[in-house]
């Protein structure tokens, strides 16, 4: 029997309902590989099973490999026991894939962080996790809630808030509720011209959230003409496209 562990923040799914609809929210139009992250008991897996031709798994919990093994022969060495942290897409992938899973909440931001890491690999990801977390990642600009985590992922993926799961369906239930979103790559976006001087505007424009973008950048504008329109907005007025042509001026 495959309990949950509280260090690796595993509260399984019990619904299968919402797994269908969790499953369903995948698209997947260019028929890539599928990897779902942290199956725990598989009442995602089978689910994802039914609708995808090629699906794959990664699960770092030692009870719950046999189990999956048991219970899903057709994934047979398409179960990868290993981390998702340290784990190399190119060892067992040659092109793009998408991503699924019911995200421990714990891991959740270093997990996004992966994935833009290597945004030309995953295409697509429909996730679960905490609501306020998934709020923020689809929030758009004019929101209180619109912040880091919104541009930084929204600068190469679409995103879309699909709904929300109450903590009931989960064993053992968590102190708050969960959020399904989806992620879908966007190339419409100019990218950056330097990613990482990108995201240090973003983290400082969203350090000083209440300053107007003149006072919270001063630190890099010399280059700058001082009566460009969006120096006297705040950062949530800022929309996606507007940090990457910030950034790209400064660059």
Known sequence: MVKPKKHLGQHFLTDPGISRRIANGLSNEEKLPVLEIGPGKGILTKEILATQSDLWAIETDDESIPFLNSHFPELSDKLIHGDFLTFDFQTHFTGKLCLIGNLPYNISSPILFKILDNKDIVE?????????????????????????????IQTYYDTKYLFTVNEGSFFPPPKVKSGVFKLKRNRELPSPENPVLHKKIIKAAFNQRRKTMRNSLKGFLLSLPQDAEWLNLRPEQCSVRDFIDISNQLS
Request: proline share 0%.
């Open 124 to 152: 697509e990801a429909v996730f679960m996790l905490q609501k306020e977390v998934a709020r923020r990642i689809c929030a758009d600009h004019n929101n209180k809630v619109y912040g880091i985590l919104s541009v930084l």
